[in-house]
C-alpha cells in the first residue's frame, strides 16, 4: 500500500480483513455448496482479466479474499497497484485450491471492479485539471462500510482525500451556521475542538459571507456553487489568505474552467458514489 503512510497503512489493513471477512461471510455463509462438487484435493491455476481500460486498485482485498480460503495461494500481479491497463489485460495470475478460488472468485472481483472504477474515474478528473493549482478531493458520499475502502482508491487515482468522518475535522456547513448564530459565532466556537481537528473548514455561499468568515480568521473555506464569475472574484478577494476549495455540480465538463479559477481545492462526491464498475472476468484452468 505505497500511497499511505505507515499508520495509515496499518489502519487500513485491518479494514482490509474486516472488509473481506464481511463479505466472504455475505457470500459463503456456511458453505459453497457449488464448489463442493469439484474435488477437494483439486488444484487450479488461473487469470484475472480487465475487460476494459482501468487503472487498476483493490489489489489488497483481492489477495485477502483469495488467502482466506487458501493461505497457500500463489498470487503475480501483471498489472500493479495504480498502473493503467488496456482492454482485456491480464492483470492477476494464480495457482491454488480450486474450491477456494471458486468460492473467492466474487468476492476479489467485486473489490477490483469497484475500487479500480474509483480509481480510474479520479485519474480522470485528475488529468483534467494538470497544469493549474487545483486539487481533486473526495467527500463522505461513499457506500456505507466502505470508505477507508473508496478513499484508498482515490489516492491510488491521484486524488486528495478530504476528512474520513465527522470526527477527524471540522466542516462547518449551511445548517451548522444556522444553527450556531452566523459565521462568525460559529468559528469562534471552534476553539472548543481545534485541539481535535485536522483542519477546520468552513462553508460560504456567498461573496458576504466569504468576507466575514475571512475576517474571522477562516483559514479553509468551502465555496458553495458559485459560478464561475463569482468564483474568481473569491480568489481574488481572498489574496490567497485562506485554502479555497469548490463544491457542487461540479462535471467532468465544467472541471477545467472551474480550476482556472485559481482555487486550491475541488471536491467530487461523485468519485465515489457515481462509478460505474470495471469490468473483470477470472478464467481456471486444470494443472496437468
Known amino acids: 500500500m505505497t500511497y499511505l503512510n505507515d499508520e495509515t497503512r496499518q489502519v487500513l489493513h485491518s479494514q482490509v480483513l474486516l472488509d473481506v471477512a464481511r463479505a466472504l461471510q455475505e457470500d459463503v455463509g456456511t458453505g459453497d455448496l457449488t464448489a463442493a462438487l469439484v474435488p477437494a484435493e483439486r488444484r487450479s491455476r488461473g487469470r484475472i482479466l480487465a475487460r476494459e481500460a482501468a487503472v487498476i486498485c483493490g489489489a489488497p482485498w483481492a489477495e485477502a479474499a483469495f488467502r482466506a480460503l487458501d493461505p497457500t495461494v500463489q498470487l503475480h500481479w501483471c ?123 468552513i462553508e460560504v455561499e456567498t461573496l458576504a459571507q466569504l468576507e466575514e468568515a475571512l475576517a474571522a480568521g477562516a483559514q479553509m473555506v468551502l465555496l458553495d456553487n458559485m459560478p464561475p464569475t463569482q468564483l474568481h472574484e473569491a480568489v481574488r478577494l481572498n489574496a490567497g489568505r485562506a485554502i479555497l476549495e469548490i463544491s457542487g455540480g461540479v462535471t467532468l465538463e465544467s472541471l477545467r474552467a472551474l480550476a482556472e479559477t485559481g482555487v486550491d481545492r475541488i471536491s467530487i462526491g461523485g468519485l465515489t458514489k457515481d462509478v460505474k464498475a470495471i469490468d473483470f472476468s477470472m478464467r481456471l484452468q486444470e494443472l496437468a
Do not use: M, W
Open 79 to 201: 498489472v500493479a497497484e495504480g498502473q493503467r491497463c488496456a482492454p482485456d489485460t491480464v492483470v492477476l495470475e494464480f495457482e491454488g485450491y480450486a474450491r477456494a478460488l471458486l468460492s473467492a472468485e466474487r468476492t476479489a472481483l467485486n473489490f477490483l471492479q469497484l475500487l479500480s472504477a474509483v480509481a480510474t474515474k479520479t485519474a480522470t478528473y485528475v488529468e483534467a485539471v494538470q497544469g493549474t493549482r487545483a486539487h481533486i478531493v473526495d467527500t463522505r458520499k461513499t457506500i456505507p462500510g466502505l470508505r477507508l475502502a473508496q478513499k484508498y482508491a482515490v489516492r491510488v487515482g491521484g486524488g486528495t482525500n478530504h476528512r474520513i468522518g465527522l470526527h477527524d475535522a471540522v466542516l462547518i456547513k449551511e445548517n451548522h451556521i444556522a444553527a450556531a448564530g452566523g459565521v462568525t459565532a460559529v468559528l469562534r466556537a471552534t476553539q472548543q475542538v481545534a485541539a481535535r481537528a485536522q483542519f477546520i473548514e
